[in-house]
């Protein structure tokens, strides 16, 4: 159904999603909200949150799919691998390859459609139906530790807590070169790409404070086995740094040097994975740290570059990694 309609004064302020639910029959807020982040309602040309607060004079306009039963997530039943759960918070160990929440192009199969297979009463955190209780996001191809909210409350605990850097987040990184100092940081502004949309990169004028540190737990021929801490949460923010220091990510088919960005790689994915994390329970307020090893594909990759036969791969990782346990 199309729409195309001006907000006068008796509508300003209201909630976009509210406007658009009310204009539309049969369209359930949820849905309306879920067509704002997918981007089949724009506001003046303009792209908005549900929760925008609608102006006189704004022109809400695009079109909305309904069907009869129509379902804003379908539960999808494969595997999830749950760290940690309780009627709280839910701690995940993203595989790579997996998009976190539907969006443009990902409509389903998605971390958030497993999680409400398992969680059903998830669906019910958060005004936005297409991201429950999610509070945070990896890359497709980054794999690692995930931290869902289970309750309203916790959702808007954890927010917060990620606002103001308050969770600690290390990675693991395998980087191009052997050169990298032994530790060190980088405090460079990270913000979109003028000319490629699609890519982020080290922005002085329009980009936002990204900050990133590391130390080097290994050195191998060509390459260096990295952890990582995120103090900033910005888009792609540890690939654009290491890149603009000239240590791109080994597998990072967008920020990577231009010879390596066509043609065969032996590298599955970018070498990104969520390594730890450290935060406080929302309900109770201890202090809760995880860790979850990289999976197969990464400690492959690390084990040739030590050119090592991974065998048996748990004890190839805790001899790479020997000294640098949690």
């Known amino acids: 159904m199309k729409i195309d309609f001006i907000i006068s004064l008796p509508s300003a302020g209201q909630r976009l999603d509210t406007i658009v639910s009310q204009?539309?029959?049969?369209?359930?807020?949820?849905?309306?909200?879920?067509?704002?982040?997918?981007?089949?309602?724009?506001?003046?040309?303009?792209?908005?949150?549900?929760?925008?607060?609608?102006?006189?004079?704004?022109?809400?306009?695009g079109e909305?799919?309904?069907?009869?039963?129509?379902?804003?997530?379908?539960?999808?039943?494969q595997p999830l691998d749950v760290i940690h759960s309780d009627p709280h918070i839910i701690l995940v160990n993203k595989p790579a390859g997996l998009v976190v929440h539907p969006g443009a192009g990902h409509s389903d199969n998605t971390l958030v459609n497993r999680l409400i297979h398992q969680f059903p009463d998830l669906d019910q955190v958060g005004t936005d139906p297409t991201r429950p209780g999610i509070v945070h996001r990896l890359d497709k191809d980054t794999s690692g530790l995930i931290l869902v909210a289970r309750t309203c409350h916790s959702l808007e605990f954890l927010q917060k807590e990620f606002k103001y850097h308050?969770?600690?987040?290390?990675?693991?990184?395998?980087?191009?070169?052997?050169?990298?100092?032994v530790t060190g940081e980088v405090d460079r502004p990270v913000g979109r790409h003028p000319t490629h949309r699609k890519r982020m990169c080290v922005n002085v004028d329009t980009g936002r404070h990204?900050?990133?540190?590391?130390?080097?737990?290994?050195?191998?021929?060509s390459a260096c086995l990295v952890s990582v801490q995120l103090y900033t949460g910005r888009?792609?923010?540890?690939?654009?740094?290491?890149?603009?220091?000239?240590?791109?990510?080994l597998g990072d088919r967008t920020y990577q040097f231009r010879r390596n960005r066509t043609g065969r790689q032996s590298y599955p994915r970018q070498m990104l994975h969520a390594w730890q994390m450290e935060f406080c329970h929302p309900y109770s307020g201890q202090k809760f740290r995880f860790a979850v090893?990289?999976?197969?594909?990464?400690?492959?990759?690390?084990?040739?570059?030590?050119?090592?036969?991974?065998?048996?791969?748990?004890?190839?990782?805790?001899q790479l990694i020997s000294g640098h346990s949690v």
């Open 293 to 318: 090893d990289p999976p197969q594909d990464f400690i492959r990759v690390a084990a040739s570059l030590a050119h090592r036969v991974p065998d048996d791969a748990k004890k190839v990782w805790k």
């Open 235 to 249: 888009t792609h923010q540890i690939r654009v740094h290491f890149y603009d220091m000239d240590f791109p990510l």
């Open 64 to 77: 909305i799919q309904l069907q009869q039963g129509e379902k804003i997530l379908e539960p999808d039943f």
């Open 210 to 221: 990204a900050r990133t540190g590391w130390q080097v737990l290994q050195r191998f021929d």
């Open 166 to 181: 308050r969770v600690k987040k290390t990675y693991l990184a395998l980087v191009s070169g052997r050169d990298l100092a």
């Open 23 to 61: 204009t539309v029959p049969a369209c359930s807020r949820s849905r309306a909200a879920a067509a704002i982040n997918n981007l089949e309602i724009r506001v003046s040309g303009q792209r908005k949150r549900p929760g925008y607060r609608v102006k006189k004079g704004d022109r809400v306009f």
